[in-house]
């Protein structure tokens, strides 16, 4: 089983609706990520938080919000999404934001009608 | 520039047959780090392991073995005796020193391995 949990596993959305994916882990890493992941593609970064802040935002649209409660918690925040967005959502943690292995969840698969 | 290049899109074997997967890099910085990750059709990457730019032992891990060669920025992952559970995609990735865990992904190899 992975460290790191995300809910739901699966969501499906219309574009005008509003939501909340969400992570947590708690092997006191201090760096969490957002990654995007389409199908037969790899995962592509969206965003860092270190040490509860954001580090990196990988120019993402604004309809992507991204929420770091606190050093376990990890929330992305969805509106107005379109149907190109629907995606594995994939969120990772790792023990500071210097290289260290990433350790990823099982994923949100999200879809968008 | 930065990139990973996976140039086996797919590959299918035979259980119990050794299977090598490629990965070449280019980088311009003397400090970096080199990952394998397998995603099964679950969904989860799952971390196999990470080399620094420092370290050019090759590493066995039961039956994986990586060997990573600078004069040829390669990184490649083998796999003996394979199993129908090696079944997944595999991806090979890179972090610059400086970077915040982000991984620059290969586009993945597809590894099918039929009983």
């Known amino acids: 089983d992975t460290e790191v949990t995300q809910t739901p596993k699966h969501l499906v959305m219309g574009m005008t609706n509003k939501k909340s994916l969400k992570c947590e882990q708690h092997?006191?890493?201090?760096?969490m990520y957002w990654y995007k992941q389409k199908a037969k593609k790899p995962p592509e970064l969206m965003f860092v938080?270190?040490?509860?802040?954001?580090?990196i935002n990988e120019s993402v649209p604004s309809r992507f919000s991204p929420e770091c409660p606190n050093s376990s918690l990890l929330n992305l925040h969805l509106h107005a999404l379109q149907p190109e967005d629907s995606a594995l959502y994939l969120c990772?943690?790792?023990?500071?934001?210097?290289?260290?292995?990433?350790?990823f969840g099982n994923g949100t698969r999200l879809t968008v009608t | 520039a930065q990139k990973v290049t996976q140039a086996q899109t797919e590959i299918s074997v035979v259980e119990k047959e050794d299977v090598t997967l490629d990965c070449v890099y280019e980088?311009?910085?003397?400090?970096?780090?080199l990952f394998w990750y397998k995603q099964p059709p679950s969904g989860e990457l799952v971390f196999l392991i990470r080399r620094n730019s420092f370290d050019e032992q090759n590493e066995i891990s039961g039956r994986y073995s990586w060997n990573f060669q600078k004069s040829t920025s390669s990184f490649n992952f083998t796999i003996t005796a394979s199993q129908v559970v090696d079944s997944a995609v595999y991806f090979c990735?890179?972090?610059?020193?400086?970077?915040?865990?982000?991984?620059?992904f290969g586009k993945g190899t597809k590894l099918s391995v039929k009983p």
């Open positions: 990735a890179l972090s610059e020193g400086r970077s915040q865990g982000n991984l620059i």
């Open positions: 990772a943690s790792s023990q500071d934001p210097t290289n260290s292995p990433l350790h």
């Open positions: 092997m006191g890493h201090r760096a």
């Open positions: 938080y270190s040490y509860e802040k954001l580090s």
């Open positions: 980088t311009r910085d003397t400090t970096y780090y």
